[in-house]
């Protein structure tokens, strides 16, 4: 199926049932689909995401993944307030390339239309470019909690995501879609073209997973699909990342980790492969304990392969992280001089 068809049946799907939710004030195409042509194809492993605004107060519950006339959606809501001005969404990463582009599904009021040519006027300005690598930066040292009294894999995660985003602030820096799932394979690309490779494979080495073989890869994604398909079984929990660990999930979480195995791209898919297993771990700690231990074997044995064992070594490891920003910065600053697309 082509881009555009997909769109088509997103656009439906917001005008028959999502429309009909109270407090609907509009929807748009949020992540990768901005960053696509019509005429290209959807990848069997990639979903829409489509985001609802919805009236200020608290939003019911995100659809998350669904199957839609043979099309994979990701729906959630987002109260209006969060959008703000365009200057407030032009200086989030994650959400101004939403509106770079002609992204507005329905907009019964005309705000999201205004909102989303002001953000594409300036949207490739200097002084936004630099806001938004700033917003990174910002969220990689404030943005998660590393609590000993967590729960492990809450912990993993609040030293993985720090570090996943660091390939955020390099994206930002060079106009491209901050993809969360290929976020390392975009910022290869990236620095290949700017000729920052180096720093590509030190990013490799923050992550742990610098010499990781694509046969250790096939080996950590097997057990982790094992847990992934006993997790969607018992999850209860409504986490925020719940409709991920589900059968409308797993070609993205699964069949798109072992694509980019396959053809050996294997470094590449760690950082889902981890993020997900921790997320199956999570599950068990919550909805069904009996599993956790069953399964940590297997997850365990991943984090030791990316050199985590203990708090301890999250806490050197995030410390490590930070310590790394500096460099970081300076690459995204050679970007953003080199780059034509940037204004101003």
């Known amino acids: 199926m082509l881009v555009g068809q997909a769109k088509a049946v997103a656009r439906q799907w917001v005008l028959e049932e999502a429309g009909a939710i109270p407090g609907f004030t509009g929807a748009f195409f949020h992540g990768s689909a901005n960053w696509l042509a019509d005429d290209a194809p959807l990848p069997a492993t990639s979903d829409l995401d489509?985001?609802?605004?919805?009236?200020?107060?608290?939003?019911?519950?995100?659809?998350?993944?669904?199957?839609h006339r043979g099309v994979l959606l990701d729906a959630a809501y987002l109260p209006g307030a969060q959008l703000g001005a365009a200057a407030e969404v032009l200086g989030r990463y994650h959400l101004a390339g939403s509106f770079h582009a002609a992204s507005v599904i329905a907009d019964p009021t005309g705000r999201l239309t205004d909102l989303q040519r002001a953000v594409a006027r300036e949207y490739a300005k200097r002084e936004?470019?630099?806001?938004?690598c700033e917003h990174a930066r910002d969220r990689i040292l404030t943005a998660f909690a590393l609590r000993e009294s967590d729960p492990f894999p809450t912990q993993v995660t609040a030293w993985l995501f720090p570090t996943g985003i660091t390939t955020h602030l390099l994206l930002a820096a060079g106009l491209r879609n901050p993809t969360v799932r290929t976020r390392y394979l975009a910022a290869r690309e990236l620095l290949k073209n700017y000729g920052e490779l180096d720093c590509y494979e030190d990013l490799l080495r923050l992550l742990g997973c610098a010499e990781m073989s694509q046969a250790r890869a096939e080996t950590h994604l097997a057990a982790l699909a094992a847990a992934f398909d006993a997790a969607a079984r018992v999850i209860e929990t409504p986490f925020f990342f719940a409709a991920d660990i589900s059968d409308a999930g797993r070609p993205v979480a699964i069949d798109g980790s072992r694509e980019l195995i396959a053809r050996g791209d294997h470094r590449e898919a760690v950082f889902w492969v981890a993020a997900t297993y921790a997320r199956c771990q999570l599950v068990f700690h919550h909805d069904a304990p009996e599993l956790y231990a069953r399964f940590e074997r297997g997850y365990r044995a991943l984090l030791g392969d990316l050199g985590i064992a203990s708090f301890a070594d999250l806490e050197r490891r995030h410390g490590e992280t930070a310590d790394f920003l500096p460099r970081v910065w300076e690459v995204a600053e050679r970007i953003m001089a080199a780059n034509p697309g940037i204004e101003g």
């Open 128 to 132: 936004w470019v630099r806001r938004r």
């Open 50 to 67: 489509v985001m609802v605004v919805l009236e200020n107060g608290e939003p019911p519950r995100k659809p998350g993944k669904f199957v």
